[in-house]
């Protein structure tokens, strides 16, 4: 981390109340794990990626509470989902666009390299992550070769029985 990096998110810990951490060394460019709670939506830590050790915590009591607030800063790169019940694993993971996630776990996404990970739309574009790298870094070119020898008009209209049955049989 290095200091620019190191202010602004130490800057994060002064948006809410400290529930849990909040120590940090600037020599050492260490910020403890740190909780905040009671945040005003409007706060920084609440309109930017954090990329750091800060978690803030948002209470609500509805499900489209937290949709409403999502909403505000649309497609996260993560989606952290901790909930017993399948339905309400699947209201968020079905309503929400995010780049990556899991349920019941915040890491193991990160592990498997099965797994495309990045963001969507601000929060960061394209996949990447073992294959995907791979793909995400080459240059992928769509090319139809078709033959030199004069087409036999077969693949316009009008579309006689003939036609038709040869087309049918082509495309499989």
């Known amino acids: 981390m290095n200091t620019k990096h190191f202010n602004r ?3 994060y810990i002064g948006n809410g109340r400290i529930l849990f951490g909040g120590q940090h060394d600037a020599a050492e460019r260490y910020i403890a794990p740190t909780v905040l709670t009671n945040l005003p ?14 978690l803030p915590v948002i209470p609500w009591k509805e499900p489209e509470e937290v949709l409403a607030i999502v909403a505000r800063n649309p497609t996260p790169l993560a989606l952290y989902v901790f909930a ?19 349920v019941n776990h915040c890491l193991l996404h990160f592990g498997n390299l099965q797994l495309p990970l990045g963001g969507v739309g601000n929060s960061g574009m394209g996949r ?15 090319l139809v070769r078709a033959s030199a020898i ?18 049918r049989w082509t495309m499989g």
């Open 84 to 102: 017993r019940s399948r339905s309400v694993q699947r209201y968020f993971t079905e309503r929400i666009a995010f780049g990556g996630g899991g």
């Open 128 to 142: 990447y992550h073992g294959k995907r790298s791979f793909e995400l870094f080459s240059h992928y070119k769509g």
């Open 41 to 54: 939506l409007e706060s920084p830590v609440m309109q930017e990626e954090i990329f750091g050790p800060v």
């Open 9 to 11: 998110v130490k800057g």
């Open 150 to 167: 004069p087409e036999p008009g077969i693949q316009y209209p009008p579309y006689s029985g003939w036609k038709e049955k040869v087309l």
